[in-house]
């Protein structure tokens, strides 16, 4: 077995099996922003990712990508059900995410993400070179750091949480609360998006394991675990050298063009999820049709909306609610050739991203409740002439770093509809003012300098930075 000095685990590889309409398999990047976060960093290192290639049944054996070796861990029929769809999309996801949705328990769940927890700690234990460093990533996985300090105490473990974390009240109705506490706990460092999760978690620890604990730090079994607040970032030299590329200005033109040339235009790009507020927006956005306030000759929204999720109950009936709607407000509001709503479930390729982020002179960010959204921070990043406006919800993790942005309350349905309002009708020197500072705090604040703020963190003596070159 080929073993590394810096293992990435996270439940998803970072690729997926598209297979092509000849039925040769191809592997392509997925959507999502686990994925968007690590894949730029992981090209500088000799790493290994651990995780699912998606799909059930014996795990395929998969290239390298891009330098880093993927090991896959297989999941049974059983296990998607019960650990994927189960407790950690229908428990943990909308418990995390302010019981937008109501979270479901079952034993069964429980038993199943125990088991896959395990899986993944033991195939990270194959992997891991003596006194590697160890990245866990995510909700799916929160047993693992626990379980490989139990199997593998010589490794430094890192965990990282990229969705939001609830406060204590929200956690507490979670059955085994104190074993999932213990199992993050299992770490030398825990970062979140947001120092009030670290504080959510430290109140956790005090109040269910009785331990002593700090916004900084929590001391257990005599060890002490760092805690802190680390927000994701994207690679923004990526993002804005695609987006200077001539072809995809040229896609950005015919874009405009195909749309009809609309004064405006309004973008928004999710995963098809009932945190994104798609429902909350296009009920903003069709009462500004009908109040008279948006021209559907003048402005068109584009609404991406890439399904996810599809087997598990509440995203299907999000789907059928959210194509309802938008029939509803193409029959109403749109004319031959001119629907109000262009409305495209594809994924996209990163340059095709590039080009509808430079058509959008507004783009709506808008969920609920979201960890970080890395949706904002490309907009912003793909707008090389400081041109476009930004909505952001305040309950998006970006929203407290994009103060620059039209920040808005996505529960709040005049709100939202003022908000939007501003966005359309604002003052091109403001929206550049506004623009500006975005870019200049994303230049600073892109997807290295998160990677070696946690790293420099976990990694004390900086031997494995200095070997990534992610001190530049
Ligand atoms: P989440 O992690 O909840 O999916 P984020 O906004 O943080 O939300 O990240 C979403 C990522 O997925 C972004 O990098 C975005 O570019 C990508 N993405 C979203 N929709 C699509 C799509 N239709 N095609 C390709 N990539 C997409
Ligand atoms: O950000 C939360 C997250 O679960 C990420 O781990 C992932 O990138 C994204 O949402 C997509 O979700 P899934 O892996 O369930 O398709």
């Keep these: 077995m080929r073993q590394s000095s810096l293992v990435v685990v996270a439940n998803r590889l970072p690729i997926d099996d598209s297979t092509a309409p000849d039925g040769a398999c191809e592997w392509r990047r997925r959507p999502g922003g686990l994925v968007t976060a690590l894949h730029s960093l992981l090209r500088q290192a000799p790493a290994t990712w651990v995780g699912w290639a998606g799909g059930t049944g014996p795990a395929p054996t998969l290239p390298d990508v891009d330098g880093v070796r993927m090991h896959t861990v297989p999941l049974t029929v059983d296990d998607l059900r019960d650990h994927y769809e189960g407790f950690a999309n229908a428990t943990l996801w909308p418990l995390y995410h ?3 949705e109501q979270p479901e328990h079952h034993r069964r769940w429980w038993e199943a993400y125990q088991r896959i927890n395990q899986r993944f700690a033991a195939a990270t234990a194959d992997v891991a070179e003596t006194g590697a ?47 999932l506490l213990r199992g993050i706990l299992g770490a030398d460092l825990v970062g979140f998006q947001r120092a009030q999760a670290a504080h959510n978690f430290a109140q956790l620890a005090v109040r269910v394991l009785g331990l002593p604990a700090t916004d900084r730090q929590i001391v257990v079994d005599d060890r002490v675990v760092r805690i802190g607040s680390f927000p994701v970032s994207i690679d923004s030299a990526e993002m ?45 956005y069709s009462e500004l049709i009908s109040d008279g306030h948006v021209k559907v000759r003048d402005t068109v929204l584009v609404q991406v909306a890439v399904p996810s999720r599809e087997r598990v109950g509440q995203y299907q009936i999000l789907r059928e609610r959210v194509e309802r709607e938008v029939g509803r407000i193409n029959g109403e509001f749109g004319r031959v050739g001119e629907p109000a709503i262009h409305y495209l479930t594809r994924p996209f390729d990163r340059a095709e991203l590039a080009a509808l982020y430079r058509v959008a002179d507004v783009m709506a960010v808008t969920p609920l409740r979201d960890g970080m959204n890395l949706v904002a921070k490309e907009y ?28 808005v309350n996505p529960h709040d ?18 929206v550049r003012k506004r623009m500006r500072a975005m870019r200049a705090h994303l230049r600073k604040h892109d997807i290295h300098a998160w990677a070696r703020s946690y790293l420099a963190a976990l990694d004390d003596n900086g031997s494995l930075l200095s070997r990534l070159g992610t001190t530049r």
């Design 133 to 179: 460093v160890v990245w866990v990533q995510d909700y799916h996985l929160q047993l693992v750091p626990g379980l490989l300090r139990a199997l593998r105490p010589d490794l430094r473990i890192g965990f990282f949480l990229h969705v939001a974390f609830p406060p204590p009240e929200l956690f507490m109705q979670l059955p085994r609360r104190a074993e």
């Design 240 to 284: 804005a050298a695609l987006a200077n590329r001539a072809d995809v200005a040229d896609r950005a033109n015919r874009l405009r063009r195909d749309l009809g040339s609309p004064e405006q235009v309004i973008l928004s790009v999710d995963r098809m999820d009932y945190t994104k507020g798609i429902e909350q927006r296009l009920k903003a």
């Design 413 to 430: 349905l005049e709100g939202l509809k003022q908000g939007l309002l501003a966005a359309l009708r604002a003052r091109p020197d403001h």
């Design 380 to 407: 912003v990043a793909a707008r090389v002439d400081d041109t476009g406006a930004l909505l952001l919800s305040e309950f998006a993790g970006a929203g407290a770093e994009l103060s620059q942005a039209y920040l």
């Design 98 to 100: 302010d019981a937008v």
